[in-house]
């Protein structure tokens, strides 16, 4: 366990992944929305997140840890910011 966390916290590398958050769970993830629960040191939380069978149940550990990993994921992220940070400023 401790060693995953040292593994991708060290040298962060893209992780395959089964499944991704949803929008919505993007969305809530950006809007600050999400429950600051730490469910990671189960191992079993742990194997859902990886074979992504969390659905709409994330939490901003598991999301960041996600983005974090997931290209796909975190450009997606990227774009949304960005595209948040425009409206705002007008
Ligand atoms: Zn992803």
Do not use: Q
Not at 39 to 65: A, F, P, T, Y
């Amino acid at each position: 366990m401790d060693e995953f966390f040292r593994e991708i916290m060290v040298r962060p590398r893209p992780i395959t992944y089964e499944g991704h958050p949803s929008d919505r769970v993007i969305a809530d993830y950006l809007a600050g929305r999400l429950k600051d629960e730490w469910r990671l040191s189960d191992m079993d939380m742990l194997g859902r997140l990886m074979k992504g069978e969390l659905g709409e149940d994330w939490r901003l550990s598991e999301v960041s840890l996600h983005i974090m990993t997931c290209k796909t994921c975190a450009e997606k992220v990227a774009r949304l910011r960005e595209k948040n940070l425009k409206r705002r400023m007008r």
